[in-house]
């Protein structure tokens, strides 16, 4: 009895490690691998929060070029202002912008990444500093080349050389990512030691309860799996400021979490796998016990020996 609840024990820190690996991993894909950065760039450059920054910067700069220009009342800004924002619209949906979104935000990732390995409890809150400068620039250059009102009204404009949208990163978050990051780089060895741990809990366990220890390990991973999954669906998403650059870190965290989601995926696969591998276990160790109950008892039961 005493094995097997050294087996269980076992078998709970290798179900625990192994998710603590398979997030890990998941942090470091997402920290120093520009795909992930990719995929939410192309999520970012739909999102209305951004894009009504943008609309409201080139705006701003047609404002601008129009108080040097004398005779312009509120009804006519009004109306360039309505036919900026729809060109501007469009131009944001051209998917030829990706491309510069991707990379923008890759170097936005690059620097939170920087400033979150950097960063330590009671240090002020790493920041969020997007520079959309070359959006700026390629939409006004596309209003230019697309003709119509829109074209002759950005004709004199200069975007700015930088533009950025600041923010931070929630707070909630800055004390599990800071950790978590630091820490990624060794997932794989976390993720080994898993292995190790359940190797020793099926070895510390009696025979008759490998196929047990099997059993619970695959459940145990099955469920907790799960329930994380579902757990971070609950995080709180609107921490920050009120910034345009705070509400796209908490869109961009809402679609980090949905491919950690995925990134532990791999715990349901395996917990099945154990499970099946338990139960089968637990089988030909029950067949084999009863074959060895009758071994030395007569052929014919009710004939003399």
């Keep these: 009895m005493a094995r097997n609840a050294l087996g269980a024990l076992l078998a709970l820190l290798a179900v625990v490690n192994c998710l603590v690996g398979l997030a890990l991993g998941w942090v470091n894909h997402v920290a120093h691998d520009p795909q992930p950065t990719a995929e939410i760039a192309k999520i970012l450059v739909r999102d209305p929060r951004i894009t009504d920054a943008i609309s409201t910067r080139v705006v701003e700069l047609v404002n601008d070029r129009l108080d040097d220009q004398p005779g312009v009342d509120e009804q006519t800004r009004d109306r360039v202002a309505t036919e900026v924002r729809n060109g501007v619209a469009a131009a944001l949906q051209d998917t030829s912008l990706d491309a510069t979104w991707i990379r923008v935000l890759d170097a936005t990732r ?58 931070t990163i929630p707070e909630p978050f800055q004390e599990v990512l800071a950790p978590l990051l630091a820490q990624s780089r060794n997932w794989v ?28 390990s695959g459940v145990l991973l099955l469920v907790l799996t799960v329930a994380v999954q ?29 491919t950690f989601r995925s990134a532990l995926q791999p715990g349901i696969y395996i917990g099945v796998a154990l499970l099946l591998v338990g139960i089968t276990w637990a089988i030909l ?12 008892k007569p052929l014919f039961p009710d004939q003399p020996a």
Excluded: H
């Design 189 to 216: 060895w976390v993720c080994a030691g898993s292995a190790v741990l359940l190797a020793l809990a099926v070895a510390a366990a009696r025979r008759t309860g490998r196929g047990g220890i099997l059993i619970f």
């Design 110 to 167: 690059a620097q939170a990444v920087s400033d979150l390995e950097s960063w330590t409890t009671g240090s002020p809150a790493p920041k969020v500093s997007v520079e959309v400068a070359p959006i700026l620039r390629a939409v006004v250059d596309k209003l230019k080349a697309d003709g119509g009102t829109a074209a002759q009204i950005a004709a004199g404009i200069e975007p700015p050389s930088s533009f950025t949208l600041d923010g």
């Design 285 to 296: 160790a029950a067949r084999a016990r009863a074959d060895a109950s009758y071994r030395g």
């Design 230 to 258: 579902i757990l971070t669906t609950l995080l709180p998403f609107d921490q920050g400021d009120d910034t345009t650059a705070s509400a796209a870190a908490n869109a961009a965290l809402q679609s980090f979490f949905a």
